[in-house]
């Protein structure tokens, strides 16, 4: 079966630190995409980060890095200096079969808190 | 980047009526989708809105509780019909063009009294 399992409901992290949001994904696909979101209390998803199974380098994107362990079958998102702005709810995805269906399965998501 | 407007952006309506939901995207896009999120839930795909037929439905979904059109490449429409209570979540809808990322609109909330 497929699915995205994120273990964290909530964080805290002080401001100006870094903070790691933990994502496991189960597949047996070859190729395969894995995707954060982060959604703000107004509701929109906003994309941040993506990599694809067959990248060799880990995705960065500004103050977000994708912490990608293809072996451990994790993906997990690195949050650096953070912010006030960064408190929000995080959401790993996965894309299954890249060459196919192009539906996101989505994980239960994190709630980020950012302390002044 | 694709930029996608939805309209409402929420809505307070009686159970048993209907409410339309629209997606305008900024350009063409191969693939457009419809999410649900139920209060303090993830999200959960609803249908894929296929351009010039029908959508293709999830397990749980059909089309007559939530009927989806789409004329063109850039529009689509989710409806959700004799609403109920339960019925109470953010709809979504998102699209895809060339990029692997799917984007999304500002999202619908819509209340069920």
């Known amino acids: 079966a497929q699915k995205i399992t994120q273990t964290q409901p909530g964080m805290f992290v002080q401001e100006k630190e870094a903070v790691t949001l933990d994502c496991t994904y189960d597949t047996s696909d070859q190729s395969y995409g894995l995707f954060w979101y982060k959604q703000p209390s107004s509701g929109e998803m906003i994309f941040l980060i993506y990599?694809?199974?067959?990248?060799?380098q880990n995705a960065t994107e500004g103050r977000y890095s994708l912490n990608f362990q293809k072996a451990r079958k994790s993906a997990n998102l690195v949050i650096s200096a953070s912010q006030l702005g960064d408190s929000a709810m995080y959401f790993c995805?996965?894309?299954?079969?890249?060459?196919?269906?192009?539906?996101?399965?989505f994980g239960s998501g994190t709630r980020l808190l950012v302390r002044p | 980047s694709a930029v996608i407007s939805q309209k409402p952006s929420r809505d307070i309506c009686q159970r048993g009526t209907s409410l339309t939901i629209q997606c305008q995207v900024d350009?063409?896009?191969?693939?457009m989708f419809w999410y649900r999120q139920q209060p303090g839930q993830s999200l959960t795909l609803i249908a894929t809105a296929n351009q010039g037929s029908e959508a293709t439905y999830e397990s749980g979904f059909v089309i007559d509780k939530f009927p989806i059109s789409r004329p063109n490449l850039t529009f689509s429409t989710l409806t959700v019909s004799n609403m109920s209570p339960e019925d109470s979540s953010i709809y979504l809808c998102?699209?895809?063009?060339?990029?692997?990322?799917?984007?999304f609109g500002q999202g619908t909330r819509l209340t069920v009294v």
């Open positions: 998102s699209a895809r063009g060339g990029d692997p990322q799917a984007f």
């Open positions: 995805a996965m894309r299954p079969r890249m060459d196919s269906s192009y539906k996101l399965i």
């Open positions: 350009s063409q896009v191969t693939m």
């Open positions: 990599q694809g199974s067959y990248d060799e």
